[in-house]
């Protein structure tokens, strides 16, 4: 009896372990693709490669991607967007609707945010100091799925040759100002970009009001280049 019964647990365990196989099976092995309508694409990846500056962080620029595909938890695959091309094509069916509620829908490319990328990024960019960058895409089909390769060669950067100071000529502000010139931020020499003035601006005027310039704000400088 004792070993009918150790053979029953034996069966139990051995079936529950091949039912888990087939749910690890399905969810791995189901087309990403089920749910992309004919003549439509899965954003699958978003690549940015700068060409001509090895130390420019790529990763800087990936904020300004306006589309972005679908999160991978690990050697890209995402079990809640296999999960979601689990469910049937009913979408009234209640099994349906539970699958697609704890799964996630995938990414369709919109052609039209690679154009608006590439503007975003050549603002940001201009941000940072570099003029006139040329920013493009490649875009690469395969098995309903797109890849868009973003290529950036960074323009050019001007140096500060000179800085002056136009303040106004009443009340202490002018001498307090000058106290705090000695950590003036940007410098005659430094690559120009607006990030850094931004930085500079909002840097004097904490300390403006830390000397009791109470209100005082970054936008009551302005500059002309």
Known sequence: ??????????????IRLFAIAAVFFCVFSCST???????????????????????FS???LEPYIKQKPNTYFFLGWNPFLNLYNLSGKNEKSFINKLIRKAGVAPVIYEPD????????????????????????????????????DYKVVLGKRYEISKLEYSL????????????????????????FSPADLEKETERSAAQMRKIGYYG?????YSFLI
């Open 216 to 220: 005082f704000t970054k936008n009551y």
């Open 1 to 14: 009896m004792d070993k009918f019964v150790r053979i029953l647990i034996f069966m139990v365990r051995l």
């Open 113 to 148: 945010l690679v154009e608006e990328s590439i503007n975003n990024i050549k603002t940001h960019l201009e941000y940072l100091g570099y003029y006139n960058s040329n920013v493009f895409a490649r875009i690469n089909h395969k098995d309903k799925k797109v890849v868009v």
């Open 168 to 191: 106004p000529n009443r009340g202490t502000f002018p001498s307090d100002f000058a106290k705090d010139s000695v950590n003036v931020t940007i410098k005659p020499g430094n690559l």
């Open 33 to 55: 693709t089920k749910f992309v309508p004919e003549g439509r694409y899965r954003l699958a990846k978003n690549n940015i490669e700068v060409l001509n500056d090895n130390n």
């Open 58 to 60: 790529s990763g800087k």
